[in-house]
C-alpha cells in the first residue's frame, strides 16, 4: 500500500463511513466539511501505517473516529442544536417524509450521547461486534458491553420521555 | 422510537449513502494536498506581512541612505538593508518549499524524509533570525535616529529615557522571539511523530 491511486481508491469506497462519523460529530455543514477533510488527511498521513493485520474499515473507524474526538476538543463547540445533515436531506429526498422525522429523531437521540457513546453507537449502530468495537476503541470488550447497556438504558430512558 | 426501528433508520440511511457516493479520486487527492497546504497558509500569510514590512522599511532606508553621512553610519545602514531583505526572503522561500511539496508523488515517507530535512531549514533560519535581531536592533537604532532625527546617537550621549526604551525593546523581543521560535516548532513538530510512528 501506498500510492495515491490506492489511497483515493479506498476512500471512495469508504466515503460513507467518513460521512457517518462527521455526521454524529459535528452541527453544521461547514464543521462536517471541515472534519471531512482532517479525516481524509489525517487517513493519508497515516496510510504507509496501515497493516493488512486489520480491516482497512476498523483502521479507517479509528482513525476517523480519533480525528473527530481532536478535532471536537480543538473547536471546544458544545452541540447546541440537531439540524440534519444536508447530504442526509438530499439522501431523504427520494424517501418520505416519514423517513425524514426518523432520521432527525436518530440523530436527536445520538447527539444527546456524550463524545465516547456517540462513537459506540455509531458502531453498534454499524452492525459490529464487541470484539470489532474494542479492537476501533482501544476498550476492552467487558468494557463495551457493559458501556452499551449503559447508552441503551440512557436511550430507552430518552425515548420513554421524548 | 426503539433501539431496532434506530438501527432500521441507519440501515436505510446507510444504503442511500452507498448510492450517491459523491466523491472521485481526483476531488480526494485534490482535497488531501489542499489540507496539507492549508496548514501552512496561516504562518505563510503572517510571514508575507512580516516581509513586506521589511521591504517597506528598505525602501525608506534606500530613499534616505544619503542622510547617513559617516563611514560606520553608511556600514550601519547596508547592514540593515542587507538583514531585512535577506531573512524574510530565505524564510518565505523555505516555507513556500515546505507547502509546495506534493505529497501525493512518491511515498507518504520518502516526502516526509523531504518535509523534515526542509523543517529543519527553517527553524535554523528562524534561530538565526533570533539572534540576528538583537544585531539589527543595535545597528537599526542609530540609522533610524540619523534619519528620522539627524542625530548620531554615536557622538551624543544617551538620556536616561532611552537607555530604558531600548532595554523594553529588548525584554520585548526575548519574549516576542521565544514566543515565534516555540509557534513554528509546534506548527512543525507532529510530522516527526509521525516520522518515529511510520519507523516503529
Known amino acids: 500500500m501506498g500510492n495515491a491511486k490506492d489511497f483515493a ?11 457517518k462519523v462527521t455526521s454524529i460529530y459535528t452541527n453544521n455543514e461547514q464543521d462536517r466539511e471541515d472534519l471531512f477533510q482532517e479525516i481524509v488527511y489525517q487517513l493519508w498521513k497515516y496510510f504507509d501505517t496501515f497493516r493488512n493485520e486489520a480491516k482497512i474499515s476498523t483502521w479507517m473507524y479509528r482513525v476517523a473516529m480519533n480525528t473527530a474526538i481532536t478535532h471536537l476538543k480543538k473547536s471546544k463547540r458544545s452541540p447546541s442544536s440537531v439540524p440534519l445533515p444536508e447530504y442526509l436531506l438530499s439522501a431523504s429526498d427520494t424517501k418520505d417524509e416519514v423517513f425524514e422525522e426518523r432520521l432527525k429523531s436518530l440523530y436527536l437521540h445520538i447527539k444527546q450521547l456524550n463524545t465516547l457513546e456517540k462513537g459506540l453507537m455509531l458502531l453498534l449502530l454499524e452492525g459490529k461486534s464487541y470484539k470489532e468495537i474494542a479492537s476501533i476503541t ?4 467487558s468494557n463495551v458491553g457493559t458501556r452499551i447497556s449503559r447508552i441503551k438504558q440512557k436511550l430507552k430512558q430518552n425515548m420513554t420521555n421524548s | 422510537m426503539e433501539l431496532e426501528e434506530l438501527r432500521a433508520t441507519w440501515s436505510e440511511m446507510s444504503q442511500e449513502l452507498e448510492k450517491q457516493k459523491k466523491l472521485t479520486n481526483e476531488i480526494i487527492l485534490k482535497m488531501t494536498q489542499d489540507r496539507y497546504r492549508k496548514k501552512f497558509s496561516k504562518l505563510r500569510n503572517l510571514e508575507t506581512v512580516g516581509a513586506m514590512i521589511c521591504y517597506l522599511w528598505v525602501v525608506f532606508f534606500l530613499f534616505n541612505f544619503g542622510k547617513l553621512d559617516t563611514w560606520y553610519l553608511q556600514i550601519c545602514g547596508v547592514l ?3 538583514f531585512l531583505i535577506i531573512l524574510p526572503t530565505l524564510v518565505l522561500k523555505s516555507l513556500k518549499k515546505i507547502q509546495n511539496l506534493d505529497i501525493l508523488n512518491g511515498s507518504y515517507k520518502k516526502n516526509l524524509v523531504i518535509y523534515i530535512k ?9 534561530q538565526m533570525g533570533i539572534y540576528l535581531s538583537y544585531l539589527l536592533l543595535f545597528i537599526l537604532v542609530p540609522v533610524s535616529t540619523k534619519i528620522i532625527s539627524n542625530k548620531n546617537i554615536f557622538l551624543t550621549s ?3 529615557l532611552q537607555v530604558i526604551a531600548l532595554v523594553v525593546a529588548l525584554i520585548f523581543m526575548f519574549f516576542f522571539t521565544r514566543w515565534g521560535y516555540k509557534s513554528y516548532k509546534k506548527i512543525t513538530n507532529s510530522a516527526e511523530d509521525i516520522l518515529r510512528d511510520l519507523d516503529s
Do not use: A, C, M, S
Open chain 1, 138 to 141: 482501544g476498550l476492552n470488550p
Open chain 1, 9 to 19: 481508491d479506498v476512500i471512495r469506497k469508504h466515503q460513507g463511513l467518513i460521512y
Open chain 2, 80 to 82: 540593515t538593508i542587507g
Open chain 2, 158 to 160: 544617551f538620556k536616561p
Open chain 2, 118 to 126: 526542509e523543517k529543519n531549514r527553517l527553524l535554523k533560519l528562524q
